[in-house]
């Protein structure tokens, strides 16, 4: 069983629909990360909270939306998605938020399926 | 810069021979390296970590890692391959970012393991 729960499990969407992605973590880390992951490649990182706040956007079109409601909870809001945004979506937490703890590893949940018609 | 290299695209072995899937580093100071295992439609599981202790890093499900800096390598092996090893491997290694660690994976290894 991991840590990190995803939900939901897979997602199917039309292009003009709009979606939201939901992670929850109890593990009292305070950092939280968004990563997306195509077939056969590793994940790729798209966001990054520290303290519930955006710290990295990596370049991610604004079609995606991340929210840190709270220290345990990460969204990740969808809207006008597009084919090729169909992929695995991962969301992880770890326990640092950089001051020299970047040992600390990141823990994974099982991510969401998403597959956008 | 961070970088990693996983000399290996897919691994096949049978079930009982010995594991060794490769990976090379680079990285402008100490390290922390990591492997994490990814089942199919599952999320990224970490087996064992590297952070500047004892060189041969024990992990779970028998694994195990030797970092050598002369070499920048961190394979990672295993005494004898179980059919529940079949899976994507990644090799990664952290740096301290703003506010987070920043990770850098390996294009990873497909383990392939034959009954």
């Known amino acids: 069983d991991t840590e990190v729960t995803q939900t939901p499990k897979h997602l199917v969407m039309g292009m003009t629909n709009k979606k939201s992605l939901k992670c929850e973590q109890h593990m009292g880390h305070r950092a939280m990360y968004w990563y997306k992951q195509k077939a056969k490649k590793p994940p790729e990182l798209m966001f990054v909270y520290s303290y519930e706040k955006l710290s990295i956007n990596e370049s991610v079109p604004s079609r995606f939306s991340p929210e840190c409601p709270n220290s345990s909870l990460l969204n990740l809001h969808l809207h006008a998605l597009q084919p090729e945004d169909s992929a695995l979506y991962l969301c992880?937490?770890?326990?640092?938020?950089?001051?020299?703890?970047?040992?600390?590893?990141?823990?994974f949940g099982d991510g969401t399926r998403l597959s956008i018609l | 810069a961070q970088s990693v290299t996983q000399l290996d695209s897919h691994v096949s072995v049978s079930e009982g021979t010995p594991v060794l899937l490769r990976c090379n580093y680079s990285s402008s100071y100490s390290p922390s390296l990591f492997w994490y295992v990814q089942h199919p439609n599952k999320g990224l599981q970490l087996l064992l970590k590297?952070?500047?202790?004892?060189?041969l890093v024990k992990g779970i499900n028998g694994f195990e890692a030797e970092f050598k800096k002369s070499e920048t390598s961190f394979h990672l092996t295993k005494p004898s391959a179980h059919m529940s090893d079949a899976a994507e491997y990644f090799c990664v290694v952290s740096e301290e970012g703003t506010g987070a660690n920043n990770l850098f994976f390996g294009t990873g290894t497909r383990l392939t393991v034959i009954p």
């Open positions: 590297y952070t500047s202790a004892a060189t």
């Open positions: 992880a937490s770890s326990r640092n938020s950089g001051g020299g703890y970047s040992n600390q590893p990141q823990h």
